[in-house]
């Protein structure tokens, strides 16, 4: 069987970390996920005080930021280090969820990542989800899955998610958060998500989670065949 590179795009909060996952996990792949380095970015500038205005700044923090995902065994996941800490659950807070979607829309931020994204997939065998992982990153992955699912959904997951790691946040605080990160990923000047190009896509609102990963471990062994 060929090794493959697999993007998985789509909305926040739909799952795409999940099917990531499983899939990574069916195959022996690697599995990526490319907004906690968004997130990471994220965190570090908060940590530093620096303002998403000063370009220079960032510039430098890109420079002195080196991610590595690492596996946490008893979780089963990968989780992100970020200069050598363990940055998982810091990156998951509101804080950084309402700035991270600023601070990708910025060039040289993305110009960044993605160098550092390609290099990762260049051996093959990686399943990166994203917003641009298809249209960007790997423009020629052999299987591109664009993930949605209706808003009110998905932020009943994220909800119900946040509220068992034991953050205190309210469900329309979550539905804010996502409707405005939508708005800004789809909308922004540099690599928005878009639905173009060849993506198979899965709406998983009614779907169970058996049921997402059966289609979608169909399109991946007729990928493999071509
Ligand atoms: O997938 P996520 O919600 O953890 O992503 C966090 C933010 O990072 C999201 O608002 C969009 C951005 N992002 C991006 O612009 N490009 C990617 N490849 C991944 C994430």
């Known amino acids: 069987m060929k090794r493959i590179n697999i993007a998985i795009d789509g909305y926040s909060s739909c799952g795409k970390g999940t099917l990531a996952k499983y899939i990574a996990q069916q195959l022996g792949y690697v599995f ?19 303002d998403i ?5 960032i510039e430098s923090a ?22 050598g800490r363990n940055v998982e659950s810091s990156i998951r807070n509101l804080k950084v ?5 600023e601070v990708a829309a910025i ?30 990153v790997f423009p020629d992955a ?15 997951r994220r909800f119900n998610e946040l509220n068992k790691a034991g953050m205190e946040v309210t469900l329309a605080d979550v539905l804010a958060n996502l409707k405005k990160r939508d708005y800004i990923d789809s909308n922004r000047e540099d690599s928005p998500l878009q639905l173009q190009g060849d993506y198979k896509v899965l709406d998983n609102s009614n779907l169970t ?15 493999m065949q071509h």
């Open 209 to 223: 989670i058996e049921q997402q990963n059966s289609m979608a471990m169909e399109w991946v062994q007729e990928s």
């Open 53 to 57: 205005s000063d370009l220079p700044a």
């Open 62 to 83: 890109c420079k002195d930021a080196f991610f590595e995902f690492k596996l946490n065994q008893t979780k089963d996941s990968f989780e992100l280090y970020l200069n």
């Open 142 to 156: 052999d299987l591109k899955i664009f993930m949605t699912a209706k808003t009110t959904v998905r932020a009943k």
């Open 97 to 101: 969820s309402n700035l991270v979607s």
């Open 107 to 136: 060039s040289l931020v993305r110009k960044h990542l993605v160098r550092v994204q390609q290099t990762i997939g260049k051996s093959k065998g990686v399943v990166m989800d994203g917003r641009d992982i298809g249209t960007v």
């Open 32 to 50: 990526i996920d490319s907004g906690a380095m968004y997130r990471g970015l994220t965190l570090k500038l908060i940590e530093s005080n620096i």
